[in-house]
C-alpha cells in the first residue's frame, strides 16, 4: 500500500465491513420472515464477508507504523 496511510484504509475496510455485515442480518432476518432459505444463506454470507472485512481492517491499522501518515 504504497503511498497510502495504512491506518486510514484500515478504517475505511472496518467501516465498509460493518456495513456489509448489517445488510446481511437485514436480508437474513427479511428472508426469515419469507421462510426463503436460499436468501437466509446470501444474508449470512454476506455477514461473514463483512466480518472478514472489519478483520482485515484491524489487521492494517495495527500494521501501520505511524498512524495518521502517509508512506513515502
Known amino acids: 500500500m504504497a503511498g497510502k496511510d495504512m491506518h486510514t484504509e484500515g478504517a475505511k475496510d472496518r467501516t465498509k465491513g460493518a456495513m456489509k455485515e448489517a445488510e446481511g442480518k437485514v436480508r437474513e432476518r427479511a428472508a426469515d420472515l419469507a421462510d426463503d432459505e436460499s436468501e437466509q444463506l446470501k444474508g449470512f454470507g454476506q455477514q461473514v ?3 472478514a ?3 482485515l481492517g ?3 491499522q ?3 507504523p505511524n498512524p ?3 508512506d513515502v
Open 62 to 64: 495495527a500494521l501501520d
Open 53 to 55: 472485512q472489519q478483520g
Open 68 to 70: 495518521g501518515r502517509d
Open 49 to 51: 464477508k463483512g466480518k
Open 58 to 60: 484491524k489487521a492494517k
